[in-house]
């Protein structure tokens, strides 16, 4: 059974820093893509960053030019490294690997999420 585990949220003032680590756990499977969302109260979830195999990678606007995601595939683990952050930056922050746990079989990959990690950007 795969599990992905989040860690890295927390309260950090405005202007800070934090990174996010997500890992997945088990083995014999292919990742795919990885990602990060979040979703502040109120409020839809949004895509944050996303990274396939290959190491493209995409942002969204609010995140682009602050915010840097990346992947180990060793430690089949994605980061989301965030500077500059904003009170607007405040949300849970979920990562997504898209896994096909049978690489073997004909059977596609489908995603996975994490529980979700608080990020609160407050003085």
């Known amino acids: 059974q795969v599990q992905l585990v989040e860690s890295g949220g927390g309260l950090v003032p405005p202007g800070g820093s934090l990174r996010l680590s997500c890992t997945a756990s088990?083995?014999?499977?292919?990742?795919?893509?990885m990602g990060w969302s979040r979703q502040a109260p109120g409020q839809i979830r949004e895509p944050v960053a996303s990274?396939?195999?290959?190491?493209?990678?995409d942002y969204g606007y609010s995140s682009k030019g602050r915010f840097t995601i990346s992947r180990d595939d060793a430690r089949k683990t994605v980061y989301l490294d965030m500077s500059s952050l904003k009170p607007e930056d405040t949300a849970v922050y979920y990562c997504?690997?898209?896994?096909?746990?049978?690489?073997?079989?004909?059977?596609?990959?489908?995603?996975?999420w994490g529980q979700g990690t608080q990020v609160t950007v407050s003085s």
């Open positions: 997504s690997m898209d896994i096909d746990t049978n690489p073997y079989d004909d059977v596609a990959a489908r995603t996975y």
């Open positions: 088990g083995n014999g499977f292919t990742v795919w893509a």
């Open positions: 990274i396939t195999k290959g190491g493209s990678v």
